[in-house]
């Protein structure tokens, strides 16, 4: 039976983004998980570490209590990936208040890096090794995959109520998600978009509003 993490190694895996399984911790404690197999280092330069699917399977399990009291040393709390706290990226669906500059440099750098992370994560876990298509975690986080897909691109998401650019939202539908842009142009870009990422878009027209949208889902094949 496979050893667990050290409690050390544990808080590592448990602040580790929730969106791309990026790791920050001490050379020597990435070394050793990379080690144990519960991460990669990415081949590309800077060189990030992000959890393997048996990382990722590892978070998602509850920490045992303890035997015995340890150091009162509290571990980082897991912010869900649809939040955008402080220091936890996630990915701009449209909408949101007080989210961060889209246009930004450092944003920039960050989206890059949680998709190139995403990309790393398909080819991981499709079992072709594919990456033109969504894996598993995107097909179980379908808004924050989809919004990344877009934001990667350099589409402008909406910074407010009654302000243009995409929004992304869950659906009724069963592994759909709705992309509004009230710009016709502007929403066929986003449809080229998730096209080109390995989504499945069609356009259709709400029958309240009679506004244009796209309904679109991760493509298995």
């Not at 015995?68 to 669906?93: L, M, N, Y």
Request: proline residues 11%; glycine residues 8%; contains cysteine.
């Amino acid at each position: 039976m496979t050893r667990p993490p050290t409690a050390a190694q544990r808080r590592v895996i448990d602040a580790a983004d929730p969106v791309t399984g990026r790791l920050r911790g001490t050379e020597s404690q990435l070394a050793a998980l990379v080690k144990r197999g519960l991460a990669f280092r990415h081949a590309r330069p800077p060189h990030d570490h992000f959890l393997t699917p048996a990382g990722h399977r590892v978070r998602e399990t509850p920490a045992a209590e303890p035997a015995g009291p340890e150091p009162a040393q509290v571990p980082a709390p897991r912010v869900p990936a649809a939040s955008a706290d402080s220091g936890v990226f996630a990915a701009r669906v449209g909408g949101e208040e007080d989210a961060p500059d889209a246009g930004s440099a450092s944003r920039g750098r960050e989206v890059h890096s949680a998709w190139q992370g995403l990309l790393e994560l398909r080819r991981m876990t499709n079992t072709d090794g594919a990456t033109d298509r969504p894996c598993g975690w995107e097909r179980a986080h379908l808004v924050q995959a989809a919004a990344l897909a877009l934001e990667a691109a350099g589409h402008r998401p909406a910074n407010g109520p009654g302000d243009s650019g995409y929004r992304v939202r869950a659906t009724p539908q069963p592994d759909s998600v709705a992309v509004h842009e009230p710009d016709p142009q502007a929403l066929r870009a986003c449809a080229a978009t998730l096209e080109k990422a390995g989504w499945q878009p069609g356009e259709y027209t709400d029958p309240r509003t009679r506004a244009r949208y796209l309904l679109a889902s991760p493509r298995r094949t």
